[in-house]
């Protein structure tokens, strides 16, 4: 019997925020600027990570727009 493993994940995280202009469009909540760092892992070992910047949702956490 063959055992894989195969397992990706991926976090995303807030590194910090501040408040924009403009309102969610799914829940109608503010907007704001946030700086975000998403690592992907596989098998829990940390393959690569990114920062990016977007615009979301302080609410529902939607992202509205994203600059890579
Ligand atoms: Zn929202």
Same mark, same amino acid.
């Given at each position: 019997?063959? #055992? ?13 925020? @501040?408040?924009?202009?403009?309102? #969610? +469009? ?5 907007? +704001?600027?946030?700086?975000? @760092?998403?690592?992907?892992?596989? &098998? ?5 990570? @990114? +920062?990016? +910047?977007?615009?979301? &949702? ?6 509205? @727009?994203?600059?890579?």
């Amino acid at each position: 019997m063959v #055992c894989f493993c195969f397992l990706v994940d991926q976090t995303r995280e807030v590194r910090r925020s @501040k408040l924009a202009a403009g309102v #969610c +469009s799914r829940c109608g909540g503010g907007a +704001s600027v946030a700086d975000m @760092k998403t690592s992907t892992r596989f &098998c829990l070992v940390p393959l690569y990570w @990114k +920062s990016w +910047s977007a615009v979301m &949702c302080t609410y529902c956490g939607a992202i509205l @727009k994203s600059y890579h």
